[in-house]
């Protein structure tokens, strides 16, 4: 099983245009397609060289198209909406028309909404087309945006983080599966169910999205801070304009969602005007006819000035084309620069595999967190160290770390244990799990701590993880922030 991690290890530029697939074929008798490499070149190579056109359509013509669809109207606390269960199964049938492989979930919980979450993510392939739609109750907080489960009981401002699923999951878990297109749907923009129980009053409607996965388009209901209408009829006045246009042949996703928010701006007298924020650089159509490679050079990079010295050497010399990060500006760098790393491993790098348990219920005493690494093979230097930190949160999970235990494998197929020492500094929360016998590459090793017991709040915990090679205690690899999920016990 795939991990859902929370951010990509480096930028990626899209090319996309996405062709006719195969028919859908249900998830469960779904083959999966193999990987491929992203075959990156500079704009002059690309624009004088038709094979890579070609190469291009090719990729294109296999890319897999994914959707997670939700729609959430009996809330236990928080009344009956009238339009998202309608919403949500009319656009999973639309969508199943045009080839994509849809997870249709209604009137789900928390549990429900991270479970299909996590499904989304491994569906996805690496070079695929993401779309995910949410219809029901969503609020924000803070600049972030929560989408509230049917079963979410919201009594202060401080528990919507822990009964709600964040907007900035999504966005991660699309981001992790380097998919080429993201498309995110919000008809969420709607009053605050839960507001009279707060003491402060929260901003209404929805937040714009700050960051995102590069090739991704958001697209609201209405515009940030306002309040969209649910319609008249079987859908949503968003929804309903959206679903009116899927079917248009050879247009493009950005003109789709100009013409929705003409529609719905006419509609209702400018009242609702849809909103989209995008990062898109190459074209996507929902229904694509006979688009040629004209069509396709359309999806040539835009090299930024910063990189551009390094494609003209690629170019000038007989180096395997690498992945050039061309369609963003400085601003967006900045805002990535944490997940990129500075380490000493010379070549294949560990990485985060995952980190779970199988004990999820709040107070649960005597729990194991299993963190699980993939040393590759050609990995070079020796892993030397791990540090596991928690993130600033409601409550620090305590840890015996007497009892802390490493081994070859993984949590279901355990193989030797491994010897190591294991430190933590006084009022910290970093972990140092150091390896006496350096693991060498092509292997995998899981880390089980055992904590104290499992907080007493439901919600997602965070931690930090980083590799150190063998020999180098002070310049590690990120490996990425890794996520359990404490809920209720029923």
């Given amino acids: 099983m795939k991990p859902l991690q929370t951010s990509s290890q480096y930028l990626k530029t899209v090319l996309t245009v996405s062709l006719i697939l195969p028919l859908l074929v249900p998830p469960s008798l779904a083959t999966p397609l193999s990987n491929q490499k992203d075959n990156v070149l500079t704009k002059a190579n690309f624009l004088n060289n038709k094979s890579h056109l070609n190469l291009l359509a090719q990729k294109q013509e296999q890319q897999k198209r994914v959707a997670l669809i939700i ?3 009996d ?3 928080a009344g009956r909406l009238r339009n998202p269960l309608n919403d949500a199964k009319d656009m999973a049938e639309k969508l199943q028309q045009l080839n994509f492989e849809v997870i249709l979930l209604t009137d789900s919980s928390l549990r429900e909404m991270d479970q299909g979450l996590q499904r989304f993510y491994e569906l996805l392939e ?3 087309s993401a779309l995910f739609y949410f219809a029901g109750h969503g609020i924000q907080m803070n600049g ?11 009594k202060r401002a401080s528990e919507i983080s822990y009964e709600t699923l964040s907007l900035s999951r999504v966005l991660d878990a699309m981001g992790d599966a380097k998919s080429d297109v993201n498309i995110v749907i919000l008809d969420a923009c709607r009053d605050n169910p839960f507001a009279r129980k707060f003491r402060t009053a929260l901003p209404t409607g929805l937040a714009p999205v700050q960051t995102s996965p590069n ?19 079987r859908n949503g006045t968003f929804t309903s304009a959206i679903l009116n246009n899927l079917d248009n042949e050879n247009q493009k996703l950005e003109e789709l969602f100009r013409q929705v928010r003409i529609e719905v701006s006419k509609q209702t007298n400018s009242y609702q005007v849809p909103w989209t924020t995008s990062s898109l650089v190459g074209n996507f159509y929902f229904n694509a006819r006979n688009i ?3 069509n396709l050079a359309d999806t040539a990079f835009i090299v930024n000035p910063n990189t551009q010295n390094r494609a003209e050497e690629i170019s000038q010399s007989n180096e395997q084309p690498e992945f050039i990060d061309s369609s963003i500006d400085n601003t967006s760098v900045i805002v990535q ?16 595999v995952a980190f779970s348990t199988p004990h999820n219920s709040v107070n649960h005493t005597n729990p194991t967190y299993y963190l699980t690494l993939n040393i590759p093979t050609n990995s070079s230097p020796a892993l030397g160290k791990i540090t596991i930190e928690q993130q600033p949160s409601v409550e620090t999970i305590n840890f015996d770390l007497q ?3 490493a081994f070859l494998g993984t949590r279901s197929d355990r193989g030797d244990l491994l010897p190591i020492q294991v430190k933590k500094q006084d009022n910290s929360n970093l972990i140092e799990v150091y390896f006496e016998t350096p693991i060498k590459a092509n292997n995998q090793i899981t880390i089980a701590l055992k904590p104290i017991r499992n907080p007493s709040f439901p919600g997602v915990f965070q931690f930090t993880t980083q590799a150190f090679p063998v020999g180098n205690d002070s310049i590690g690899l990120n490996l990425g922030l890794a996520r359990l999920h404490f809920y209720r016990s029923r």
């Fill in 75 to 77: 809330y236990q606390h």
């Fill in 215 to 233: 090739g991704t388009l958001i697209a609201f209901a209405t515009g940030p801070g306002n309040l969209a209408e649910d319609g008249v009829g």
């Fill in 292 to 294: 040629n490679q004209e």
């Fill in 337 to 352: 620069e944490p997940f990129r790393n500075s380490n000493r491993f010379t070549q294949s790098p560990p990485s985060l």
């Fill in 126 to 128: 690496e070079g695929a």
């Fill in 144 to 154: 972030e945006n929560y989408l509230i489960p049917v079963d979410a009981e919201v």
């Fill in 71 to 73: 729609g959430n109207a």
């Fill in 403 to 405: 009892n802390t235990q």
